[in-house]
């Protein structure tokens, strides 16, 4: 399929985006009139350079209040549209969105409203130019998109027809299923927008939160499958209003916006094999699973003695140190931990890469090169594994290779003189916790769910000393992959901000017993992050425990959570530079995150 993006989503100069959405790869703009009037080009220093880039100009937007009026005010709108029509032929543009009427409207009449979108036909083909109708979701009279077909319907003019917005649609909860009652050749652009469902004003709403499709609560899958079954094969644009993306980099934002309508099409050809079996155009990504299992957690430190000793405490076996790089493996059960001291100069310990295993690593391979993701490099020689990875947008290099069908993977076998695995009552990885950027946890939502077929959990926010932290969870279908993003307030993500803090990353170990685990970390000198006893005051409370289950909580400096499906007992260790360590035990059919012992554990990280 053809795809566009209007001009408003990315920041910068109208050059600039310009630039930025022909490097992403998309095959056509939207120009939104306020970046036009600011530029100094041009309208045909703009075309040319568009023409250069390889990009069409497909949709001048938005001219507003055009219906609805009385017909001294629809004087003054031909007069208007006049002169953009002649705007738009320096352009060498042919279309025009006109929304439904929020200002002048004084006239609710379909029967006025397809009088007047008429008459801007006629003055419209005069110029080669249609006129494409859309119905905006607080319009004052015309805020559904059957109505504004109707009218478009009434009008009856070649030169008169609907434009379909998702955001419109579905922020009203409008059926979409309306759709099918359109001709595909009336439908004259489609606009895509995801957004997280809020209750708010829906103004407000679509101007500062929209997102790139696969990012929030909208079934645009759904969406866009019915307007591909209407016969639609115009452009598949996105129009996005997002107050982050039009203050980060340009390049980057437009080359998450491509991919976010890459993954818009996969889903599209996978529930609607029907409409789109005679749309070579429209094409799924190669076939990927979801990750099995989290292959190994990496810290990377210049000097990760300190780790290593916090390791050896909580009952991890030393396995050997790799035949030709600098780094070390640790393991207990089937978690797997590497101490990475290569290329760290100056660097405190951090969570610095992850690795899944895969059933199929070669598609994941095949999703990732199609999708357009930065690749992670790292040296290997003849002898040794190769790891495929990806660097996620947050910095994070995420790895996956093939499932071993028993055993310990591969590329194990290249760390040697270490000890043989013990046995511990650590599981394996429950859970990655991974801090994102304000300016990116978008963008890392659509790389885990797009990349690896993640699925968007659950999100909440949690009180900290410094603001709130909104957490989002990333999940595998069979539960073995969990990945909080967190986003902190900027003061706690942002290197070498004041007082030089950072929301720590870390990795969570599922245990068959926590406690005990606990008990013996203890013998071996290990000292878990501190718990305030206010705060077993309040789960004593909260949970009806007995007094000697809080008294072991209390001296083991224990969480405890509860919900319908079961438990959840967990310890902290404290923080190495920018990382630290849960060991957790999931009773029965718990799933969370024990969200209301996150503040004390925030609170007491600060206080260190």
Known sequence: MRTSIATVCVSGTLVDKLHACADAGFDGVEIFE??????????????????????????Y???RDVEGVDEETFAGVLRRAEAKFRLMRRLGMDLVLCCSNVATATIDDDAVSASQLRRLGDLAEGYGIRIAFEALAWGRYVDDYRRAWRIVEL???????????????LSRGHDPAGIAAIPGERIFFVQFADAPLLSMDVLSWSRHHRLFPGEGGFDLADFTARVVAAGYTGPWSLEVFNDTFRQTDPRRTALHARRSLRWLEDAVARIAPDATADRPDIAMLPDAAAPSHVDFVEITAEDTSAVEELLAQLGFTPRGRHRTKPVTLWTAGKARVILNEQHARGRVPQLAAIGFEVDDAEAVDLRMHDLRVPRAYRRTYASEERLDGAVAPDGTEVYWAQAADEGDPAWVREFEHGEPPRESPVLGVDHISLTQPWQVVEESTL???AGFALSLDSRTEVPGPA??????VLTAPNGAIRIPLNVAPPILTERGSAGGAVLPQHAAFGCADVRALARAARTRGFEPLTMPANYYDDIAARFDLTDAFVEDLRDLHLGYDRDPAGEYLHFYTRTLGEVFLE???????YAGFAAGTAPVRLTAQRGR
């Open 34 to 59: 306020p970046d036009l009037l600011a530029a100094p080009e041009s309208p045909e220093e703009i075309a040319a350079l568009a023409g250069r880039l390889g990009l069409t100009l497909d949709l």
């Open 61 to 63: 937007q938005p001219m």
């Open 155 to 169: 009008a009856d003019h070649p030169a008169v027809g609907i434009c379909l917005d998702s955001f419109h649609m």
């Open 447 to 449: 790389f885990y769910t």
């Open 467 to 472: 603001g709130l932290v909104e957490s989002r």
């Open 583 to 589: 060991f957790v035990e999931r009773i029965d059919g």
